[in-house]
């Protein structure tokens, strides 16, 4: 062979090499296709759930502003308005009902991919949105966190859909992206996104597209940031712990908040299960039981049961307030009964402010130890305790008081211990019990997307 045609073949093969390490290093157009549709769905994520933010919080705000110029305003209000909010329900579609969370878990089991067009579709966005407000408005005890994952999760899949993405990347990666996107911004806390991503959605967490899932809640976080700007929901409240000279008031915070955690997630359930047979033929009956009592327990505490805490738990931070044993007690029984509704709402703000209440009385019993160090060990403890997800509790905790890394080992230790103590009440984590609850067709929801499914709303496969 002479050398004109060697040197011809070989610059042949180095051409085809280049092309191919260029191909290996740019991605293919799928995996452009990919990241353009995640990016643009973190994006629309960090801006839904920033609106959701304000538009809740100024219905929270207005409802207390009325509750202050009457305490009596909430006896025609409240019962009204989650009436109201059933009603709608009812008739837009109940597959918004609840948190969010548990239809998320159920939709990311493969076997359960009929039930993704009906638990993540745009009409869930737009009632989860308006009637998690209107709940919020009518001075219910739930939180917007429960629901921002579900919002989160429904628009990164329409996202998916409309760009014709490959199915492998809508039935997971882009549900577990949406979801965590949703935490993030939330709580303003980009970290507690990543790491509910793994902790709470570990069973679809696929290494392969870690990267731009995470990716995917940074984008999110970016967009609360440029609107909302830098800021933590409890400010910078000031009280440090030494676990070394304080771990016996840390250790009975984790163990008087992990029983109490775990009784509350045994009285939901339990709560849901007596009540699901009586609402399923009298629902709006039930509906006014529970605002009654929600109305009763905000009588008996000067409005503090009401809402999703958050105004309560940063004024016992703050010391503008001293807590008692009947402001969590109340709390929790105001969060169960509004839960037992099947009004769309979450409890994430309300085990947070029950978990405010719990440590500053315990922290008065301790004298020479920061009583806003140890309410904050309650607030993570409690919500660990709740959910049994104790990383994503404290990291939720340490990023809502400005990343306050002087007390990170007190959190963690009393987020670890009241998830251990609260598995003696209640085994299960509270949100695989929820989805356990959907899958076992125990509600309205179900039902409804088994008929969506028979009328051929989804795609079979």
């Not at 110029?69 to 329900?89: C, D, E, K, N, R």
């Not at 109305?295 to 009401?306: H, R």
């Amino acid at each position: 062979m002479s050398k004109p045609m060697r040197a011809s073949r070989v610059m042949r093969y180095y051409l085809f090499r280049t092309r191919r390490l260029t191909r290996r290093q740019l991605g293919t157009l799928q995996d452009w296709k990919m990241r353009v549709v995640f990016w643009i769905g973190a994006l629309l994520v960090g801006l839904v759930t920033v609106s959701f933010a304000w538009v809740a919080e100024y219905c929270a705000s207005l409802f207390f502003q009325l509750q202050r110029q009457s305490s009596l305003w909430p006896i025609l209000v409240t019962p009204v308005g989650m009436l109201l909010v059933t009603a709608i329900m009812r008739r837009t579609g109940p597959e918004s009902q609840g948190s969010g969370i548990p239809q998320v878990l159920v939709v990311l089991k493969q076997r359960y991919h009929w039930l993704r067009p009906t638990f993540l579709s745009l009409r869930v966005i737009v009632t989860k949105f308006g009637l998690t407000c209107l709940g919020l408005l009518c001075g219910a005890s739930i939180g917007r966190e429960g629901p921002s994952v579900q919002i989160g999760a429904a628009i990164m899949y329409s996202a998916g859909k409309i760009g014709r993405l490959q199915q492998k990347y809508v039935d997971t990666s882009l549900i577990v992206a949406g979801g965590a996107a949703g935490v993030s911004a939330a709580f303003n806390a980009p970290l507690a996104g990543i790491v509910f991503a793994i902790e709470e959605l570990a069973g679809s967490f696929e290494q392969r597209t870690s990267g731009t899932l995470i990716l995917a809640i940074l984008l999110s976080g970016v967009v609360v940031l440029s609107i909302a700007g830098h800021y933590s929901y409890f400010g910078h409240p000031e009280g440090a712990l030494n676990l070394t000279h304080d771990w016996l008031a840390v250790g009975v915070t984790a163990l008087v908040c992990g029983l109490l955690g775990g009784a509350f997630s045994r009285l939901l359930i339990a709560g849901s299960r007596f009540l699901s047979p009586y609402a399923r033929n009298h629902p709006y009956r039930v509906v006014l039981m529970c605002a009654l009592v929600v109305v009763f327990l905000g009588l008996l505490t000067g409005g503090a049961t009401y809402g999703s805490g958050y105004e309560q738990a940063r004024h016992l931070l703050s010391g503008e307030s001293q807590g008692d044993w009947f402001f969590p007690l109340a709390k929790m029984g105001a969060t169960l009964v509004s839960y037992f509704t099947g009004m769309p709402g979450g409890l994430f703000s309300p085990s947070l402010a029950a978990g405010a209440g719990v440590g500053n009385v315990i922290g008065g019993m301790f004298p020479g130890v920061s009583v806003v160090g140890l309410t904050l060990v309650a607030m993570a403890a409690f919500l660990a305790a709740v959910i049994q997800r104790p990383i994503t509790s404290f990291v939720i905790v340490m990023e809502l008081t400005g990343n306050r890394h002087d007390i990170l080992l007190p959190l963690m230790a009393g987020a670890f211990l009241a998830a251990a103590v609260s598995k003696i009440v209640w085994l299960k984590p509270l949100y695989d019990s929820l989805a356990d609850r959907l899958q076992e067709g125990e509600g309205m929801a179900l039902d409804r997307a088994r008929v969506v499914s028979a009328d051929g709303g989804d795609e079979k496969r």
